[in-house]
């Protein structure tokens, strides 16, 4: 029979924890998980298309679904007739939920990028968002099992470590002395000098404390890649989404960052067709795209999740969602374009993945030479780019 097949969605703690489940699952056969995703109504769409498709490609396999959608639509799940079972998300890194051992051995994950989950779960309420149903209150690990986790990613090959979590920047204030994620930065920084890369996933930059803007501003290793929570450019919307945050405070910590360390490439995550937006509202959301500079942007059509404030909102019709969110994507990739165009002709140092392609310290990627390994960091000087790939 078939090894354990794992088939992770969403976000990059899902994929560390996909990782962690395939580990725990080394040597488990006949055995297929899908760990899925419920952050909008789209992804819990991908998840049955996913499941379906495991079905279809192991049809005598046991089939399991973990993962926030096991909660969130665990009753509709649980009804698909290709699902066999579901696992909490809260146990699905327990090996006693999957009736394995509990020290069964980690195994390589052969990619050149280690996914360390510092966090999970979220003790905020934006009025949009149904994760903390799925992932419950935050929660972080201490400095001395992050430094494991890297530790171990390193063994296995990884050159870059990438910290990530539900709200990562809530890390440690559920810890003794509630340390800063900075802190956790330095740590990692100190114990691995031999580390050459360090990159941040989401963060709510309203939480950037000021070792970790330090870091990001001074430090080499600290990838010059800010990916922010942004979710809107209009300061009534983002009050009704309950966020922490101003378009002014985003403004004003990106250019505090862009006058210390003019290369960095700022991502964001925005929200297109939110309840209530109208039309100057969205021209605000287009905007802060070029204010900002995004280059690297998740452009997120908004869809009511069950239980949540905004679902009660006056909605914004499905067609106009549909064309705000095009736009906000074609205004992106016009910032992306012209982004790529400044990094032709010049050297840079590229972190190559299995694939035959790799990310420059900004995360643009770039198409490595034959027979780089996977893992090695070598000097690419693109010439183009096509479809977003530096060549």
């Known amino acids: 029979m078939k090894p354990a097949d794992v088939i992770t969605l969403g976000c990059r703690l899902n994929l560390a924890e996909g990782e962690r489940i395939r580990a725990m699952l080394a040597g488990e056969t ?37 993962g926030c959608a096991a909660d969130i639509e665990r009753e509709q799940l649980s009804a ?58 935050s929660r972080s690990l201490t400095i001395a099992e992050v430094l494991q986790e890297v530790g171990r ?23 003794p002395g509630k340390p800063q994620l900075g802190q956790l930065v330095l740590a990692i920084l100190e114990e691995f000098p031999q580390l050459p890369r360090v990159r941040m996933s989401s963060l709510d930059g309203i939480e950037i404390d000021p070792l970790l803007f330090e870091l990001f501003a001074s430090e080499p290793r ?35 960052l862009r006058q210390r360390r003019p290369d960095l490439a700022i991502g964001a995550d925005l929200i297109a067709g ?19 500079d995004i280059v690297h942007g998740h452009i997120f059509p908004y869809s009511p999740r069950p239980g949540t404030p905004a679902a009660r ?38 972190l190559a993945e299995r694939d035959g392609t790799g990310h420059a310290p900004d995360f643009a990627r770039v198409a490595v030479p034959d027979g780089a390994a996977p893992g090695a960091v070598v000097t690419v000087t693109p010439v183009a780019h096509e479809k977003g790939l530096l060549r």
């Open 30 to 66: 006949g055995l297929v998980v899908v760990n899925s995703c419920a952050v909008t109504a789209e992804a819990v769409r991908h998840t049955r298309q996913a499941i379906r498709r495991a079905r279809r490609e192991q049809p005598g396999a046991r089939l399991l679904v973990t």
């Open 80 to 137: 698909m007739p290709e699902v066999d079972g579901l696992i909490a998300n809260a146990d699905k890194l327990d090996a006693r939920a999957w009736n394995v051992p509990a020290a069964a051995p980690p195994v390589p994950s052969g990619h050149s990028r280690g996914f360390v989950a510092v966090q999970n779960g979220c003790d905020h309420a934006c009025t949009f968002c149904v994760i903390p149903q799925g992932r419950g209150p």
């Open 153 to 175: 990613c390193m063994d296995f090959g990884a050159a870059e470590i990438v910290l990530t979590g539900v709200d990562v920047t809530s890390w440690g204030q559920d810890l």
């Open 222 to 256: 600290v990838m010059p890649h800010l990916h922010l929570s942004l979710q809107h450019g209009h300061d009534l919307i983002l009050k009704r989404m309950k966020r922490r945050h101003s378009r002014r405070d985003a403004a004003e910590l990106v250019d505090r």
């Open 274 to 292: 939110f309840p209530t937006e109208d039309e100057t509202m969205h021209a605000a959301n287009l905007s802060i795209i070029e204010e900002l």
């Open 313 to 350: 909102m006056p909605q914004v019709a499905a067609p106009v969602i549909k064309q705000r969110a095009a736009d906000l994507r074609g205004r992106v990739i016009q910032r992306r374009e012209r982004w790529l165009d400044s990094h032709i002709g010049k050297p840079l140092q590229v």
